[in-house]
Structures are given as C-alpha cells and as structure tokens.
C-alpha cells in the first residue's frame, strides 16, 4: 500500500502527466454526463420498459457496452459502437482490397487515409442502426413517451441526426483522449462504460446474497474472491507471450571483434499467447445475433425455437456455439494480423537468424508453426473466459454480476487498465532517465 501511494505522488510530480490525466478523467466525465441525456421529444419518465428489455439476454451487453445509455434512449445511445464495426470492416477489407493494402504501408499518411474513411463509414453504419434503435423504441415504450407523437417524420429524423451526432462526438472524445490524455481513448470509453454498471450489479447481488438471506455474506465474499482469480486469469491471457531466442551476426572493426547495437546478443521474439485480444470475441458475438434476428422473421415453432435459443445468452447452445466460433475466430484474427512473413524478413535484413532455423522462407514457417501450437491453447482459454458468465449464472448468482465474471466486458477491462498502466510507467521511467542524467552532468561540472 505504501509503494501503491509513492507511485501516485510520483504521477503527479510530472506536470505533463498530470495534465494528460486530468484531461482524460475530464473527456471520460462528458461521456458519461452525455449517457444520462435523454433524447429530445421523449419523456424520460416512461423508459421502464426500455430498461427492463436490458436487464437481461443480448439487450444487457448491448447497455453494458454503452455505458446504460442504450436502457435511457440517450444521445448516446448508440455509443461508439459504430467506429468499433468500422474499424473491423477497414480491418478486414484491407486484406482484400489492394488500395487499403497500399494505405497500411504508407506509414503516418495511410494511417491518416485510414483514420478518415473509418470516420465517413462509422457515419453509414450509425445512419442505418439510428432507424433501427427508434424502430425499437416505437415498439417498447408506451407511445405518449413520444412527445412530439407517435412515428412522427420530425421525432424519427432528429433522433437519427442527434444519434449520429452523438457517436461523432463520442469517437471525437476517443481521439482526443488518445492524442492528448493517456491510454486509448476509444478503448477508455467503452471500459468506463462497463465499469458504470460494476455497483449497481454488485449491490443487487448484496442485496439477493445479504438482504433477502440467499446465502449470507459469506457467499458473497467467495464471489468476489473467485472474481478477482479470474481477473488474474485474464491477465495471464493478455500478458502471456512465448519468447523465441534470437541471435545477431557479428562484425568487425578496425582488426578487432566488436559487436553492434545488437551484434551477438540473445534477444526474443515475444509471441503473444492471445495475439487476437478480444476481437474473436466481438465478431463471434456479432455472428449470434444473425440465427436469432433471422428466425424471428418467421412465425413457425422451429423458428421460434431457436429464435428463444440464440436469445439466451446463458444456455447451454448458445454457448456451445459461440465458444466454437470464438476458437475459430481466434485462428482467423490471428492469421491476418501476425505477419510471420514479414517478421521474417525482417529478421533477416537486420542479420539476425533462430538458432537452429535457416532465415528466409524456414523462418517464417517455423514462426507460423509456433503461433499455431500457441493459438489453440490461447483460443481454449479464451473461449472458456467468454463462457464463464453463463457457468455463473447456474450457480443462482445475479445476471447483471456474472456478466463481469468473463466475456468481452472483463477483458476489455483487463487489456486496457493494462495499457494504461503501462503508458504511465513509461512516462515515470522517463523522468527516472532524465533525473539520473541531471545528477550526471552535475557531478561533471563539480569534477
């Protein structure tokens, strides 16, 4: 605890961190500010029923990951959401389409190109779930909520433009947290939006444990012992890497055997046992909405049926399927986004070589064959994570508290508070080096 508080004072010693913190704690305050605005011409009194669409099943992630904003019909309702899917759209299309390819090699001014079509398409993607979202609310909440009437043209046509707005403005904070704050911002914004739902789903489970005497306090304290091993699981998972040894060529100089910056060194190669993060999670989820959306379009008992199964998010089905799809997701991420072949020649433009590995073509498939081996032990525990809310469940614990016991939302958490950390530790190493070559030219000058 003590060294916890001597790292705080150090944060706030460096000015420019200090600053970069409090700009960010400031932008994360106007996004939640923004969740709790309700959409103009709808009375926020008569959302009950909204809220009680996303107390349960596919409607709670959806509100989890807008920060509940979804559950309030807020100006943010559709948080960042959008930017998310077009970022994965650019991602994938880059692999088939030349143009984007090029733009991934141009350095800064691709990375730029990028950056701007991400935007113009997060804005069609927001303009076609705008509809969708009001659509939703027509046929949830009682139509006096609509205070300018029922499917009236001028309600529908704002809504879309505040919603689209919204998201802009939300994916504008992100930018802004990411070039001036500390961490990723659009990764800030969706962890601060799943961590503001953390009490209220812990106080509902304090009150089934405690208040209504369903297992006592004690109960409730082996929940949140088993909680925090799984936090520790998930970062294991992030930081998890298999280090493959290196060695550089020497060189000679002036008749004598020197080394270079890297000359006869052992260094590694870190591949990372989950190089997909939590991205096979987000399209594996992305695919269950389809078989649910789909059969409900049809009135017949088998579509019914499974329309009911791929709604509960914590059957056993739904599981199955979706720990099967996050498995295969995981080899495919990995696969498009670990560029063993370049790694390779890399590797070899820079004189370095695997023991035991001839560089060249044996390299990089010498370095797929290892991600290989590593990815399915990674993809297996990462589909357990995904699932374990759903084994939770089973053990009579609240949906809303399971919910933080895996899936995306807690590794979300995970990896981000991971690399915020690590930012502000490269900014207190720094100052560290600085203060030490201070000290340096001031013994020189005594001397």
Request: proline share 4%; aromatic share 10%.
């Amino acid at each position: 605890m003590k060294k916890f508080i001597e790292s705080i004072k150090s944060v706030w010693k460096i000015e420019e961190l200090k600053n970069r913190i409090v700009f960010t704690l400031g932008l994360l305050l106007v996004y939640r500010f923004g969740a709790h605005v309700t959409l103009p011409g709808i009375d926020a009194n008569q959302l009950a029923n909204l809220a009680g669409q996303t107390d349960q099943g596919l409607g709670s992630i959806l509100d989890m990951f807008t920060g509940g904003a979804f559950s309030k019909a807020s100006v943010f309702a559709l948080g960042i959401m959008p930017y998310i899917s077009a970022s994965i759209v650019v991602q994938l299309m880059g692999i088939a389409i030349p143009y984007l390819q090029k733009l991934q090699k141009d350095g800064e001014s691709g990375r730029k190109k990028l950056n701007q079509i991400t935007r113009w398409l997060t804005i069609g993607i927001t303009l076609l779930q705008g509809p969708g979202y009001i659509y939703n609310l027509y046929q949830t909440i009682p139509s006096s909520a609509f205070l300018l009437g029922f499917d009236s043209f001028a309600f529908l046509f704002s809504s879309v433009l505040i919603l689209t707005t919204g998201t802009i403005f939300a994916m504008w904070l992100g930018e802004k947290i990411t070039d001036k704050g500390i961490g990723n911002g659009i990764s800030l914004l969706i962890m601060v939006g799943i961590l503001a739902r953390l009490p209220q789903a812990l106080i509902q489970e304090f009150s089934s444990r405690v208040t209504n005497n369903n297992g006592g306090p004690m109960l409730l304290v082996f929940e949140i012992i088993i909680w925090l091993l799984v936090i520790i699981a998930c970062v294991l998972l992030v930081m998890a890497v298999r280090k493959i040894p290196v060695q550089y060529a020497r060189r000679t100089t002036a008749g004598d055997f020197e080394q270079d910056a890297n000359g006869g060194n052992r260094q590694w190669i870190p591949l990372k046992l989950n190089a997909s993060g939590v991205m096979p999670i987000i399209f594996a989820q992305a695919i269950m909405f389809i078989p649910g959306v789909v059969a409900g379009l049809s009135k017949s008992d088998v579509s019914q049926s499974i329309a009911g199964t791929f709604s509960n998010i914590f059957g056993l089905w739904y599981n199955v399927v979706f720990a099967l799809l996050i498995i295969i997701f995981t080899y495919f991420y990995t696969a498009i986004t670990v560029p063993t072949n370049k790694m390779a020649d890399d590797l070899k433009r820079s004189g370095g070589f695997i023991p035991g590995v001839k560089p060249g073509v044996e390299t990089s498939d010498y370095l797929d064959r290892i991600m290989s081996l590593i990815t399915f032990p990674g993809s297996l525990f990462l589909a357990l994570i995904a699932v374990f809310p759903a084994i939770v469940v089973s053990m009579d614990v609240q949906q809303s508290w399971a919910m933080f016991y895996g899936g995306t939302s807690l590794i979300i958490m995970v990896g981000v508070a991971i690399d915020t950390i690590q930012q502000i530790n490269t900014y207190l190493l720094n100052q560290h080096y600085d203060s030490l070559m201070k000290s340096g030219k001031n013994r020189k000058a005594v001397a």
